[in-house]
Nanobody, 123 residues
Framework: VQLQASGGGLVQPGGSLRLSCAASGFTFSSYVMGWFRQAPGKEREFVATIRWGGGSTYYAPSLKGRFTISRDRAKDTGYLQMNSLKPEDTAVYYC?????????????????WGQGTQVTVSS
């Protein structure tokens, strides 16, 4: 079981990036997929999550409106569209998957983790 996150990079403030999370070894069908981020010296924090089957979503309140989580069920790939990026969005972004009846926001609720992709917002 592997999750592969990609799409990070260096972007100027106000720019956009789309992160991808591809699954192998299992399908997301009964799972939730989440995105978290961790800045240097800080704890890993919740960004967004999506229920794979029904598509319901939940966002960290401070990020709602700028970030959009989605999924392509045919490709077993999830996405995080990030717009109007700010320097404080700089972090390593991780995708994760877990089985849950709710839309969890804690790291312990996710059993599988990708390796992380670096996002740097700087001029």
């Amino acid at each position: 079981v592997q999750l592969q996150a990609s799409g990070g990079g260096l972007v100027q403030p106000g720019g956009s990036l789309r992160l991808s999370c591809a699954a192998s070894g299992f399908t997301f069908s009964s799972y939730v997929m989440g995105w978290f981020r961790q800045a240097p010296g800080k704890e890993r924090e919740f960004v967004a999550t999506i229920r794979w089957g029904g598509g319901s979503t939940y966002y960290a309140p401070s990020l709602k409106g700028r970030f959009t989580i989605s999924r392509d069920r045919a490709k077993d790939t999830g996405y995080l569209q990030m717009n109007s990026l700010k320097p404080e969005d700089t972090a390593v972004y991780y995708c994760a998957a877990g089985y849950s009846s709710v839309l969890p926001t804690t790291t312990g609720s996710y059993a599988y983790w990708g390796q992380g992709t670096q996002v740097t917002v700087s001029s």
